[in-house]
Every structure is written in C-alpha cells, then in structure tokens.
C-alpha cells in the first residue's frame, strides 16, 4: 500500500514535503488589539506533520490608519548598536520589526532609499528582488519589480518572495541547484515576513523556526489565522538571529528578542 501511495505521488509531481505541509492545522493561542486601534495582533500556533514541535506566529493585521517608516541605525558598529525595544521606546513607535539584510561592516546590503534620498545601490541577487517601500502617505507596498523599487520615499530590498499574485513561488521548493549554505537559509530558522491581503491589508509576522516553503504553505492556506480572507504577495525580511519584534501594549509589551543587533528596521505608529 505505501509503494502504490508513494508511485501515485511521484506520478502527480507532488513532493512528499507539500503532500505532509497540506496536513497543517492551526490554534489561535491569543487575540488582542493593537495600541491605538492599528489592528489585532494574533499568536498562532500552527502543527506540521513535518515537524515533531509545533510552529508559532505572532501577526500583527493592519488597518487602514497605520503609518510606517523604515530606520537605519546611525552606529557603524555592530557592538554599539541598539536593540529594537530600546529604538522602538526612544523613537516612540507602536510596533518595531528587523528590517532587510547587512553587510559584514554593518551596512544594508542592497537598495536603501531614506526620505526619497538613495544611500545605497541594487544588490544584484536572484533571490534579492523584492523590495519593501513605503510612500509619501507612510503605507508600505510590497514590490516584487525592482523598478517599482525606485519609487518609494523610504525603500529597501530584501527577499526572496514566497508568494506573488496568491500562488507561492516555484524557486522555494526546487532543491535541485542549492548550495549547502543556501539549503541552510531555505531551511529551518526564525522568519520576519511581510504580507498583504486581497483586500490590502498588511500582515507583519515573525515566527519560530520554520522552513520558507512551509511558511509559504501556512500564509497561503491559513489566511484566516490572520484575520484575512487570501494573501496576495508575501516576502522574507533577514531572519535567523535578526528576528525580533516589538510591541508596545501599555500593561504588557510584547517582545521577540532578536539574537543580535540588526542594521534596518520597520517602524509602525
């Protein structure tokens, strides 16, 4: 029986890895409003039939009224640097996240526009083609063109993408031309994702450790944990010991602590 169950998934070009992620169940642990009636924020608890422990999410689902810049710390030194509660205190914004990739020297690594002004250029990799942009009107726009990129107020890259137009990207699951170091970054790690619905409302995520393809799985088949009713495009922003949130809640703060110090973030007021 499992040989002819295991003939028919090959036959249908299914891999045992989707066949297993289309078997995630999801429970709400916690619900509650954002400050300043920005949204809900939602801890979600998600069980994979690939891993032994389950996975958690904590969201944060935007409403219409949020505005968002994107900071750069001003330290040329990693040592130095602040922590995201301590930025998120001292800027006073509502919600902070991790930003986009660095360099070794503590420098973005890739296009980095602040205030209309282009500090830093394209970095030129596959997987680095989505950017983060955020208007004059202060709402971000997930780009998934490099062109678009150019025309934002604030702007940086970032990526990959793991869904563009509701259908999650091919380049996630094939393994076939991977690296050892690139297996290491689709597999396995602590995610800050950046998601926007049909109806356009924006979704900052960090997670446990999970693989990419199988956070793709969850955001494209478990809408609803996040208070929507489809993801339109999703985007990866530097995870692994990067990840970190900030929530500001008045008797309780919420707060993911990032590993080490990171370059860029994403503010929320």
Do not use: W
């Not at 202060?138 to 793991?162: D, H, W, Y």
């Not at 990866?236 to 973030?265: C, W």
């Amino acid at each position: 029986m499992n040989i002819l169950f295991n003939l028919i998934i090959i036959f249908c070009g299914i891999t045992l890895s989707s066949a297993l992620n289309a078997e995630n169940n999801f429970n709400l642990i916690k619900q509650q409003p954002l400050p300043k009636q920005l949204g809900d924020f939602r801890q979600v608890e998600f069980t994979l039939a690939t891993e032994d422990d389950p996975v958690i999410f904590y969201a944060a689902t935007l409403n219409e009224n949020y505005h968002a810049s994107i900071y750069q710390q001003p330290g040329k030194y990693q040592f130095f640097a602040d922590f995201i509660d301590a930025l998120s205190r001292k800027h006073n914004f509502v919600i902070a996240t991790n930003g986009g990739f660095y360099r070794p020297d503590f420098t973005p690594a890739g296009l980095y526009i602040d205030k209309g002004k282009k500090l830093q250029d394209f970095a030129l990799h596959s997987l680095l083609k989505p950017c983060v942009v955020i208007n004059k009107e202060q709402k971000i726009k997930l780009e998934t063109s490099r062109q678009n990129c150019l025309n934002g107020f604030f702007a940086m890259q970032t990526g990959p993408v793991l869904i563009d137009n509701g259908e999650i990207q091919k380049s996630l699951t094939n393994n076939k031309v991977r690296t050892p170091k690139l297996q290491e970054f689709f597999g396995p790690k602590r995610r800050t994702l950046l998601a926007v619905s049909d109806d356009n409302q924006m979704i900052v995520i960090i997670t446990s450790p999970i693989a990419l393809s199988e956070a793709a799985t969850i955001l494209q088949n478990y809408s609803a944990a996040f208070g929507v009713k489809k993801i339109k495009t999703a985007i990866n922003l530097d995870g692994g010991s990067s990840t970190g949130m900030y929530i500001r809640f008045a008797d309780d703060p919420f707060y993911f602590h990032e590993q080490r110090h990171v370059k860029t973030f994403l503010f929320i007021d």
